[in-house]
């Protein structure tokens, strides 16, 4: 491993803490350096924007999800059950992809397009398992569930309730099953 990695992964533990929990406008590259212990130009060395480490935060961000035998379904009614899980840590502080494109608004088009497909992939992973399952039209029961799963998020925000997820997942049983799949 080069020295330059090491610095880069303290950079974006750093960057992943501070971003997290207290919103990129308000964390400055300058705090993000002392984080992670460095210079401020050793920060500019591994990346040479902050718009380049907030993509690099946000790509950090997206991790597969974990595999499973289980049926279609259920692999789908699960990833409410996560969910939950990730609310009920205490820690939670919304979606860091939204986060970001709410505070950057316009001024960086890089975060937007990660966050667009990464919402796009669970989205195309939502319509898989559900064409799996035998949905008749996938994409769009995918949709449906995809927006449940994006106010059960928002609901969590505002109500500091980590139920709103099995809610959410009550709700994609009911269309699931009124696309006749049964899990």
Known sequence: MTE?????ERIMQAADRLFYRKGIRAVGVD??????????RS???????KDALVAAYLRQRIQP?????QPPATQV???????HARFAEGDFRGCPFVNAVTELADDCATARAIARDFKADRRRHFAALLEQAGAADPDTLAGQIALLFEGA???MLVQQDPTVAHQAQNAAKVLMQAAGINN
Not at 65 to 69: E, I, K, R, V
């Open 4 to 8: 330059r990695a090491p610095m880069a």
């Open 31 to 40: 705090t993000v350096a002392a984080e992670a212990g460095i210079s401020k």
């Open 43 to 49: 920060l500019y060395d591994t990346f040479a924007s």
């Open 65 to 69: 999800l974990p595999p499973s035998d």
């Open 77 to 83: 009614l699960a990833l409410f059950d996560l969910l």
């Open 153 to 155: 998020i928002a609901a």
